[in-house]
Antibody
Framework: DVQLQESGPGLVKPSQSLSLTCTVT?????????WNWIRQFPGNKLEWMGY???????SYNPSLKSRISITRDTSKNQFFLQLNSVTTEDTATYYC??????WGQGTSVTVSS | DIQMTQSSSYLSVSLGGRVTITCKAS??????LAWYQQKPGNAPRLLIS???SLETGVPSRFSGSGSGKDYTLSITSLQTEDVATYYC?????????FGGGTKLEIK
């Protein structure tokens, strides 16, 4: 069965970088699909942040401008989110997802000093 | 960006009843439309993709329809376990975008 699990710090200080890992089991991230990061803000608005494809190409939400980077480690079947220069507006639950169908349970990240 | 509008933020329906949740895109999305169900504390669960294709394991009382810019999710014979928030998402063009959600309650 395909499973995704997010991990990373739950608290990040303003102006620092947020780094999260998504560990995938049951499917190789190099076989197919786009591997996404999506966040849900307090109040429940959902925002697609970007993806890395099975081939390694990336697509990002322009709203995140140059702050975002999604990379991967194929040997560990993991992909990563880095979001730079965070503010309190980046406080959210962060999800990784395989295209549309399989999602991780989410990890809550608070940006606060 | 394509804006997705769910006109109803809340709907209250009787057990056993039928409900229709609507979603309107700001541009044509060629049926590249997904519906999700989210319960508190859980990740969104994919119910329908391609506007009408029911995911494996999703009860047949759920159905999707629509074309162009206008789409609907219908639930018949509402059950208590259907209490949740429902979101639409377009994946026709990036940035993929979500509707604001419709919270379904039992009357």
């Amino acid at each position: 069965d395909v499973q995704l699990q997010e991990s990373g710090p739950g608290l990040v200080k303003p102006s620092q970088s947020l780094s999260l890992t998504c560990t995938v089991t049951g499917y190789s991230i190099t076989s197919d699909y786009a591997w996404n990061w999506i966040r849900q803000f307090p109040g429940n608005k959902l925002e697609w942040m970007g993806y890395i494809s099975y081939s390694g190409s990336t697509s990002y939400n322009p709203s995140l401008k140059s702050r975002i980077s999604i990379t991967r480690d194929t040997s560990k079947n993991q992909f990563f989110l880095q979001l730079n220069s965070v503010t309190t507006e980046d406080t959210a639950t962060y999800y990784c997802a395989r295209r549309l169908d399989y999602w991780g349970q989410g990890t809550s990240v608070t940006v606060s000093s | 960006d394509i804006q997705m509008t769910q006109s109803s933020s809340y709907l209250s329906v009787s057990l056993g009843g039928r409900v229709t949740i609507t979603c309107k895109a700001s541009d044509h999305i060629n049926n590249w439309l997904a519906w999700y169900q989210q319960k508190p504390g859980n990740a969104p669960r994919l119910l329908i993709s391609g506007a009408t294709s029911l995911e494996t394991g999703v009860p047949s009382r759920f159905s999707g329809s629509g074309s162009g810019k206008d789409y609907t999710l219908s639930i018949t014979s509402l059950q208590t376990e259907d209490v949740a928030t429902y979101y639409c998402q377009q994946y026709w063009s990036t940035p993929y975008t979500f509707g604001g959600g419709t919270k379904l309650e039992i009357k």
